[in-house]
């Protein structure tokens, strides 16, 4: 019987040089589902697919917390939710640990204006100071700062925040105790406590400006640069007359007020002398300003007080006499002898 034939597939050369060599893999890549299809992979500095780089934590950290000291973000606006969006793109998913980080550390605080949500970034020594504060006791504080230098009613604190009086009451406590906000009394309300940031100066809507002392009206203290007035009048220039910008740098050189008072409130004392009919204007000088001198004699004199012509924000109200005169606000009335 003659040998069966050779199996044309199966190698039969053995010699050395073929011994152990590897056949070669033409036109696929591992991992590959279809022969020429080369596989993706991730590059080592971190791009995928679409080359965008994927989050670095301290990277994606420190080009958030630069975007707040950029011209546009650094007056204390804020920075809106849309601008990050619009920043990051698709690396905004990857915002989350950062902001929940530096919102737990103090760092951050969001509000909202209209529909749109507004971060903030608080200094290191701001943040310091809420070291330990909860959510609630932020939020407090968050409704007081929206409330800038007028300040807020309790009552309005709570109906915002929606907290009990009980609870609310122990927050004010924790954050008067660090600094951070302050109660103040208005004058028009003084049974009523508002709160403000610690920092801040009250309005004068709220305290009554220079002329209350400790939210009362201080009589004495006007009296005395009522009288300062009346002595510059009937000196300086020899009498002849003085304007209120030479009146006003005469107290500032004298130094007769304990706070700095503006042109407006100079004004207002001159004006509580003209109605009580101590000055009156004489003439105008050649810039135009009005001149003062001290009254004529008269022989009546009106027998309400220079302080009950004025309403509590300070400026004047008509007067209606007995005999059906009125005398209108900032108008002149005296009468000759």
Same mark, same amino acid.
């Given at each position: 019987?003659?040998?069966?034939?050779?199996?044309?597939?199966?190698?039969?050369?053995?010699?050395?040089?073929?011994?152990?060599?590897?056949?070669?893999?033409?036109?696929?890549?591992?991992?590959?589902?279809?022969?020429?299809?080369?596989?993706?992979?991730?590059?080592?500095?971190?791009?995928?697919?679409?080359?965008?780089?994927?989050?670095?934590?301290?990277?994606?950290?420190?080009?958030?917390?630069?975007?707040?000291?950029?011209?546009?973000?650094?007056?204390?606006?804020?920075?809106?939710?849309?601008?990050?969006?619009?920043?990051?793109?698709?690396?905004?998913?990857?915002?989350?640990?950062?902001?929940?980080?530096?919102?737990?550390?103090?760092?951050?605080?969001?509000?909202?204006?209209?529909?749109?949500?507004?971060?903030?970034? /608080?200094?290191?020594?701001?943040?310091? *100071?809420? @070291?330990? &504060?909860?959510?609630? #006791?932020?939020?407090?504080? +968050?409704?007081?700062?929206?409330?800038?230098?007028?300040?807020?009613?309790?009552?309005?604190?709570?109906?915002?925040?929606?907290?009990?009086?009980?609870?609310?009451?122990?927050?004010?406590?924790?954050?008067?105790?660090?600094?951070?906000?302050?109660?103040?009394?208005?004058?028009?309300?003084?049974?009523?406590?508002?709160?403000?940031?610690?920092?801040?100066?009250?309005?004068?809507?709220?305290?009554?400006?220079?002329?209350?002392?400790?939210?009362?009206?201080?009589?004495?203290?006007?009296?005395?640069?009522?009288?300062?007035?009346?002595?510059? /009048?009937?000196?300086?220039?020899?009498? *002849?007359? @003085?304007? &209120?910008?030479?009146? #006003?740098?005469?107290?500032? +050189?004298?130094?007769?007020?304990?706070?700095?008072?503006?042109?407006?409130?100079?004004?207002?004392?001159?004006?509580?002398?003209?109605?009580?009919?101590?000055?009156?204007?004489?003439?105008?000088?050649?810039?135009?300003?009005?001149?003062?001198?001290?009254?004529?004699?008269?022989?009546?004199?009106?027998?309400?007080?220079?302080?009950?012509?004025?309403?509590?924000?300070?400026?004047?109200?008509?007067?209606?006499?007995?005999?059906?005169?009125?005398?209108?606000?900032?108008?002149?009335?005296?009468?000759?002898?």
């Amino acid at each position: 019987m003659p040998p069966p034939p050779a199996n044309p597939r199966k190698r039969t050369d053995r010699s050395p040089s073929n011994v152990g060599a590897k056949r070669p893999r033409v036109g696929v890549s591992v991992g590959t589902s279809r022969p020429g299809q080369a596989r993706v992979k991730t590059d080592p500095d971190g791009k995928g697919r679409s080359g965008a780089s994927k989050a670095d934590p301290s990277s994606l950290r420190s080009e958030f917390i630069q975007i707040f000291t950029e011209p546009a973000h650094a007056n204390g606006n804020g920075v809106s939710n849309g601008v990050l969006k619009s920043r990051f793109r698709d690396r905004y998913v990857n915002l989350a640990p950062v902001i929940n980080e530096l919102t737990r550390n103090g760092r951050l605080s969001m509000s909202k204006v209209g529909d749109e949500l507004m971060y903030n970034l /608080v200094s290191d020594e701001m943040a310091a *100071k809420f @070291v330990g &504060l909860d959510v609630s #006791a932020r939020m407090v504080y +968050q409704v007081i700062e929206k409330s800038g230098n007028m300040g807020i009613w309790t009552k309005d604190i709570r109906m915002r925040t929606n907290f009990q009086t009980q609870a609310l009451n122990k927050i004010f406590k924790a954050l008067e105790s660090r600094r951070l906000i302050k109660p103040v009394k208005a004058v028009t309300a003084k049974q009523q406590k508002r709160y403000m940031l610690y920092d801040l100066v009250p309005a004068k809507e709220i305290t009554g400006g220079p002329w209350y002392t400790e939210s009362e009206f201080d009589h004495e203290f006007i009296g005395e640069l009522r009288t300062f007035i009346m002595h510059c /009048v009937r000196r300086l220039n020899g009498g *002849k007359g @003085v304007t &209120l910008s030479d009146i #006003a740098e005469k107290m500032k +050189q004298a130094n007769v007020s304990r706070v700095a008072l503006n042109l407006e409130e100079v004004q207002q004392l001159m004006q509580t002398l003209a109605f009580d009919y101590m000055i009156e204007q004489s003439s105008i000088n050649k810039n135009g300003e009005a001149m003062f001198v001290s009254a004529r004699k008269v022989t009546t004199m009106c027998d309400f007080k220079w302080w009950e012509v004025l309403c509590p924000d300070f400026y004047f109200r008509d007067i209606k006499f007995e005999d059906g005169v009125t005398l209108a606000a900032h108008e002149p009335h005296h009468h000759t002898a």
